[in-house]
């Protein structure tokens, strides 16, 4: 059973909410009625007496919203019980009415920006799409509009492992309130570092922005990436590495990827740009690699990696090494730590 606000704005216009729910099941047939009136009962009901309590005079907006987005989730199959994406549903459960006072100013730009960032957080895996609801959890009382709580989310996207978001997300939390700018790095408000402190530390990627610049750091093994297409991984064939502009890109017979990696996580992402021949033996970083021990040196520090001895290939950026094996599908990266 539907009550309460939710079933009075479907009642003023029912006409058009049945019109619209047609017209969404005419295109994708497998929207069962009954799958969307439970997700109305169990899911779209309690949210919209949050938002109530937050704002009645929006409530009809905040249906609108939520009805229209729902059914173009569902025929997505990103909302209701057969779900493939489950932690959207959980946020529609948990975070959104957690942030009713935020979501009735603009229910559609929130709803749909939570769901869009768990749907592609969750497509690198669950993990960490499951890390970002959390985080969102945790800082969502501190964000007083819209525009911050969507900025704080791309902040809580990156350290959530996606580093391709990382200098979108640097520029994006420069302009966060300074609050905001510790709680997003995992820092107690006012605590070490002042926001100036913290944005040099912020220039080294392998940097903990917890972690005093000055500590003594070594090299390690910071992220394997990659593997066989034939095991989920993304290579047919063993890689290879480059570099071209500052970027390392791994490659092989049939495509490239960009690395995208620092202290919050790694990932490969599709590039349709021509890779550059050869590879960097020197780097950006000077790194020093003794081929076939494995040792690695840069700057004043040295360690010897015997798994990496006798690379096919590395490359490196200012910061990053990366080095490939001739008999591994795997894409190996070294940092200064």
Not at 233 to 245: E, K
Not at 274 to 298: L, V, Y
Request: aromatic share 8%; charged share 25%; with cysteine.
């Amino acid at each position: 059973m539907i009550e309460g606000p939710l079933a009075e704005v479907l009642a003023r216009d029912r006409d058009r909410y049945n019109a619209r729910f047609a017209a969404a099941r005419a295109a994708d047939r497998r929207l069962a009625p009954e799958a969307f009136l439970r997700f109305l009962a169990e899911t779209l009901d309690p949210l919209v007496r949050a938002a109530a309590r937050a704002d009645p005079s929006r409530i009809d907006v905040v249906v609108e919203a939520l009805y229209d987005l729902s059914l173009k989730l569902m025929d997505k199959d990103c909302l209701g019980p057969s779900s493939r994406r489950p932690l959207i549903g959980e946020a529609w459960q948990k975070l959104l009415p957690r942030i009713a006072g935020l979501l009735v100013r603009d229910p559609g730009r929130v709803a749909g920006a939570v769901s869009n960032a768990l749907f592609h957080l969750a497509e690198d895996g669950e993990t960490a799409a499951a890390r970002w609801l959390a985080e969102m959890e945790r800082l969502a009382p501190l964000c007083p509009d819209p525009d911050i709580f969507l900025a704080a989310g791309q902040v809580a996207a990156w350290r959530s492992g996606q580093a391709q978001y990382r200098e979108s997300a640097l520029t994006v939390w420069r302009g966060l309130p300074d609050d905001l700018k510790y709680e997003t790095l995992g820092l107690r408000t006012g605590s070490g570092p002042s926001p100036a402190e913290l944005e040099q530390r912020l220039a080294d990627p392998w940097q903990d922005p917890a972690r005093d610049g000055r500590a003594e750091k070594t090299l390690a093994l910071t992220a394997r990436l990659g593997g066989f297409r034939g095991f989920g991984g993304v290579f047919l064939q063993p890689p290879r590495i480059a570099s071209s502009n500052g970027s390392l890109i791994a490659r092989d017979d049939r495509a490239a990827w960009l690395i995208f990696a620092d202290r919050f996580g790694a990932t490969l992402r599709r590039w349709d740009g021509q890779p550059p021949d050869g590879q960097d033996p020197e780097g950006e970083g000077d790194f020093k690699i003794e081929k076939h021990s494995g040792r690695i040196a840069k700057g004043g520090l040295e360690v010897r990696f015997e798994a990496l001895a006798g690379p096919s290939s590395f490359a490196s950026t200012t910061s990053t090494l990366a080095l490939t094996l001739p008999l591994s599908h795997y894409v190996f990266l070294v940092a200064e730590v």
